[in-house]
T-cell receptor, first 113, second 115 residues
Framework: KQEVTQIPAALSVPEGENLVLNCSFTDSAIYNLQWFRQDPGKGLTSLLLIQSSQREQTSGRLNASLDKSSGRSTLYIAASQPGDSATYLCAVRPNSGTYKYIFGTGTRLKVLA | EAQVTQNPRYLITVTGKKLTVTCSQNMNHEYMSWYRQDPGLGLRQIYYSMNVEVTDKGDVPEGYKVSRKEKRNFPLILESPSPNQTSLYFC??????????????FGEGSRLTVL
């Protein structure tokens, strides 16, 4: 059964720091992996989608990598800003024929001004 | 603007009183899904739909019903709500076959409290 884990559950960093959020999954049989951002009281905003054949995706200050064989993905945020404060969720799409994403419980990030 | 719209955003109700949470998307997406989010458990899929009149159970379907009569709408129905259905609910949609594109677009969420 696929499980997704995100460590740490919470993280505080000073503004300007580069940081890495981690996501691990137990079964490498996935179609893709998606990173989301969730602000309090808001829905989930898609940040980056990595297909299983890709190694990384970049958008602005964000870079996500995928290592399927080791069951790991990282989200790199460069030059963090207070506006980056949010909960970051990763989710995997198993290729077992089910039509769903399996989510981690997220990392709550606080960037201090 | 491309979006997924849920209503109501907040609702307090009592045990047993039927309610419907509506979801509508304006992106002509085939795939739609409902998730619930609970502390410590993350998001779990309730139901999904691959297209009009095609729906199937997710991981936690008990106590819920859905319908997909039109492509843009995917309402979630709680026939007899119970306190364990107190949760934050999200509707999501995606274009084409989920396995190929997979990018999910989420609504703003509906916070439901059942007393």
């Amino acid at each position: 059964k696929q499980e997704v884990t995100q460590i740490p559950a919470a993280l505080s960093v000073p503004e300007g720091e580069n940081l890495v959020l981690n996501c691990s999954f137990t079964d490498s049989a996935i179609y893709n992996l998606q990173w989301f951002r969730q602000d309090p009281g808001k829905g989930l905003t898609s940040l980056l989608l990595i297909q299983s054949s890709q190694r990384e995706q970049t958008s602005g200050r964000l870079n996500a990598s995928l290592d399927k064989s080791s069951g790991r993905s990282t989200l790199y945020i460069a030059a963090s800003q207070p506006g980056d404060s949010a909960t970051y969720l990763c989710a995997v799409r198993p290729n077992s024929g089910t039509y769903k994403y399996i989510f981690g419980t997220g990392t709550r990030l606080k960037v201090l001004a | 603007e491309a979006q997924v719209t849920q209503n109501p955003r907040y609702l307090i109700t009592v045990t047993g009183k039927k309610l419907t949470v509506t979801c509508s998307q304006n992106m002509n997406h085939e795939y739609m899904s409902w998730y619930r989010q609970d502390p410590g458990l993350g998001l779990r899929q309730i139901y999904y739909s691959m297209n009009v009149e095609v729906t199937d159970k997710g991981d936690v379907p008990e106590g819920y019903k859905v319908s997909r009569k039109e492509k843009r709408n995917f309402p979630l129905i709680l026939e007899s709500p119970s306190p364990n259905q107190t949760s934050l609910y999200f509707c999501a949609s995606s274009s084409g076959q989920v396995r190929w594109t997979g990018e999910l677009f989420f609504g703003e969420g509906s916070r439901l409290t059942v007393l």
